[in-house]
Structure formats: C-alpha cells, structure tokens
C-alpha cells in the first residue's frame, strides 16, 4: 500500500525550538511538496522539489524555515526558531510530472 | 488574495440524492483542476481532476464540469452516501498536467445524512 509517511504525527514545543519534520515520499515519486494547513491561509505552498532539486520555496519564510531532500526517500522541514504563529498542520505530498499529488497524514504542529 | 475560492463553507444534502459543490477561481492562467477529499486528521485524497481542455471529466459516481469562461467548475456525486462526509477541496494549477504547485480553496463540508 503506497503511500507518503510523515513524522512526527503531532509535536508540541516551547517558542524557541528547533522542530524536524520529516517525510518519505511515495517510491518513485521524483516531485514533493511541503503545504501548511491553517484556519486562516487554508493550505498554502511552503516549497516543493523536483528530482530532490528545489523548484519553488517562496511560499517559505526564510529566516527560519529550510526544506531539504537529503536523498530520494527522505524530505525534511526545519523550523528554527520556532514561533506561535507556525502552529498549523503541516502536509507533505509527493507525485511524479504528470498527475496528481497524494499526500501524507500530516504532523500537527504546536508551538507554545 | 485568494485565486481559488469555495464560497460555501458547507453543504448538507440527504443519502441518495445529489452533492454538488462549487469552485471559482480568478486566475486565466490556470490550467488543471483537481478536487480533493479529506477526513479529519488526515491528509487530502486526490478524488478527480480536469484539464482546461475540457469541460467535463467523469469517475463513477463523481463528475467534474468546467465552465472556463465564467472560470467555475464544479463537482457532482450522485448519489450520495455517508461515507462522502468530509471536506472537499478544489485546487488548481497553472503548469498543466505537469505537476506543479497547487492553489487550494478553503473547502467546503459536505455531510450526507440517511
């Protein structure tokens, strides 16, 4: 049963923090994505690789995010310093060039 | 600015009978239109999509349509059925069928009740 795998499912930290998040993408999957889900955004687009390659990562704030694909089967999101305002549920998705992206179950984020 | 927008937060409609949502977008450019499931907790499920190419795009019970012209679409499940219950999500793409970033509505709750 293929499917994108993320961890931590839920991660609660103090403001400050470094938090990991990490995803394994679908084998075989040459495109993944990292999408936040809050109540006021929705889901939005924080970055996205093809062939571990960055596409587009404006979606990011870049003082303290960073997405990586350190090999073919392991994405990673980093949040350091975390912030309050980063709670939300963060998605991973994977797909190949043509089609759709399946999606993981998410890791839901909170930052106290 | 939103470019995808799900203007009904909600939908209830009765078992058996016909769901239909709707999406609206304001971008020309986009090109893919893909519609989305998701149960609390968690991740979206990929249901159908369309290209700008045509208007209507069907999987079982499920049927996309595409009015580009007045930049609406719409998704239709007939009939049906409780275990439809969840968010529905519209997401469009600017890059066609090439999969590329997605622009997501806010969704839109359905509950189907016997």
């Known amino acids: 049963d293929a499917r994108v795998t993320q961890t931590p499912r839920h991660k609660v930290t103090e403001m400050g923090q470094e938090v990991t998040m990490r995803c394994q993408p679908i084998?075989?999957?040459?495109?993944v994505f990292w999408y936040r889900q809050t109540m006021m955004q929705g889901l939005e687009l924080l970055a996205y690789?093809?062939?571990?390659?960055?596409?587009?990562d404006s979606g990011m704030p870049k003082d303290r995010f960073s997405a990586e694909m350190p090999d073919a089967t392991l994405a990673t999101l980093k949040i350091q310093p975390s912030e309050p305002r980063d709670s939300a549920v963060y998605f991973c998705?994977?797909?190949?060039?043509?089609?759709?992206?399946?999606f993981g179950q998410g890791t839901r984020l909170t930052v106290v | 600015d939103q470019q995808v927008k799900q203007n009904s937060p909600s939908l209830s409609v009765q078992e058996g009978r016909i769901s239909i949502l709707n999406c609206d977008y304001t971008?020309?450019?986009?090109?893919?239109f893909l519609w989305y499931k998701k149960y609390p907790a968690e991740g979206p499920t990929f249901l159908i999509s369309?290209?700008?190419?045509?208007d209507k795009n069907e999987d079982g019970r499920f049927t996309v349509f595409l009015n580009k012209s007045a930049k609406h679409l719409s998704l239709h499940i007939v009939p049906s059925q409780p275990g439809d219950s969840a968010v529905y999500f519209c997401?469009?793409?600017?890059?066609?069928?090439?999969?590329?970033?997605?622009?997501f509505g806010r969704g839109t709750q359905l509950t189907v009740w016997p």
């Open positions: 998705a994977s797909g190949l060039v043509r089609g759709a992206a399946f």
């Open positions: 084998l075989g999957h040459n495109t």
């Open positions: 690789f093809r062939n571990r390659a960055p596409l587009d």
């Open positions: 971008n020309s450019m986009f090109d893919y």
């Open positions: 369309i290209s700008s190419i045509k």
């Open positions: 997401a469009a793409s600017d890059t066609g069928s090439t999969l590329g970033r997605l622009y």
